[in-house]
């Protein structure tokens, strides 16, 4: 399951990777966003510690079935992807040190 595909920070860099291919299919599945609003990666902050999470923002309003298209598109994503074996695959494929790692992360940002 997408919430639970690793622990901060032993498997950032699987992480970021993991948000960003569902970033990316939240995108194409419910299509362009309205000026002003954007999918993005941000952290939550609490007493146990800090997460990356998927976060709309938006500096506009922004309808609700958009956020209810996306949400659902989310869950078909989770659903659908063998979270382990893709995990096996990106371990072979690309090491931590690697740029994507070192690209895929953002500003931390506190909600």
Known sequence: ?????GSMPEDEAWIYFALNLAKGYVGLACGELL??????IQWHDHELGSHPFLCLSTKAYIQEKYITAA???LRVFDGAVCWSLLREHFEQQ??????????AKCAKCVL
């Open 1 to 5: 399951m997408l919430a639970s595909i």
């Open 35 to 40: 000026s002003g609003c954007k999918i993005q």
């Open 71 to 73: 949400e659902y598109a």
């Open 94 to 103: 690309i090491k931590p040190e690697d740029t994507y790692a070192k690209s």
